[in-house]
Nanobody, 129 residues
Framework: QVQLVESGGGSVQTGGSLKLSCTGS?????????MGWFRQAPGKEREGVAA???????SYADSVKGRFTISQDNAKNTLCLQMNSLKPEDTAMYYC???????????????????????WGQGTQVTVS
């Protein structure tokens, strides 16, 4: 059974930084995968933050470009999100997700961020005052 666990959330002041980590277990590395970070604030829809494909290609929401960086360490089954210059609007529960197909395929089939697809962690709270 695939399990993802997020960590690194917390409370920071505007302009501060946090690094989120997502550690996976229960699966073997696949040549094709799409891993991403999503967030959801109270009363808001879940939105995509960043994603990284099998070939290392990355994509970011316009709201976080230049501030957030997504990375992966396949040997350690770890996905990270470095968040800098944090703003109050970044306050949300952050979730990581993995699908064992490429991000290109995920996008073409309208699968990105679907809560009923892939594997999800339970989330880690980020609060920016």
């Amino acid at each position: 059974q695939v399990q993802l666990v997020e960590s690194g959330g917390g409370s920071v002041q505007t302009g501060g930084s946090l690094k989120l980590s997502c550690t996976g277990s229960g699966y073997i590395h696949y040549d094709r995968h799409c891993m991403g970070w999503f967030r959801q604030a109270p009363g808001k829809e879940r939105e995509g933050v960043a994603a990284i494909d099998s070939d290392g290609s990355t994509s970011y929401a316009d709201s976080v470009k230049g501030r957030f960086t997504i990375s992966q360490d396949n040997a350690k089954n770890t996905l990270c999100l470095q968040m800098n210059s944090l703003k109050p609007e970044d306050t949300a529960m952050y979730y990581c997700q993995v699908e064992f197909i490429s991000c290109t395929v995920v996008t073409m089939h309208g699968r990105m961020g679907r809560p009923d697809l892939g594997y999800w962690g339970q989330g880690t709270q980020v609060t920016v005052s």
